[in-house]
């Protein structure tokens, strides 16, 4: 299925957010800041860019794997989510799990965004769920 998502640069530094290969699930979202996170610390890094998402759809932020396995810095609530009707700026929560201060420069790549679709459901109040094989297993217990 195909979308149009609508960007407005809403700063002279901001750059569109893009693919680096035909097929990826993730656009970049690029920085246009410079600043610096002490390890074990987070920030809000501003990338200048507004979205209109496609109807029924949202925008899930998330790492890139480059910046945690090199320095240890991720996105501190992944993924985060941005709604369908939100109009402000596209922020960025990046935490520093790293031994050092890390630096984030103008232009860096600082996450990825995914457009996915979101299911409307019908929320019903009940005092019977039907049983699955599963049940109530949970947290290891499928196995290690």
Do not use: C, W
């Amino acid at each position: 299925m195909e979308y149009t998502l609508k960007v407005k640069l809403i700063h002279e530094e901001a750059t569109l957010p893009f693919r680096a290969n035909e097929g990826d699930a993730g656009m970049d979202l690029f920085s246009i800041e410079e600043l610096t996170i002490r390890a074990g610390e987070s920030a809000l890094v501003r990338t200048g860019i507004q979205l209109e998402l496609p109807k029924g759809t949202e925008a899930q932020v998330r790492p890139r794997s480059g910046l945690a396995l090199k320095h240890a810095v991720t996105v501190l609530n992944s993924p985060g989510t941005i709604d369908e009707g939100y109009r402000g700026e596209v922020k960025i929560i990046l935490i520093n799990h790293g031994k050092e201060d890390f630096r984030v420069l103008k232009q860096m790549r600082i996450a990825q965004m995914v457009i996915a679709p979101v299911a409307q459901v019908n929320l019903i109040q009940t005092e019977d769920l039907t049983i699955s094989e599963r049940d109530q297993g949970g947290f290891g217990s499928s196995g290690s």
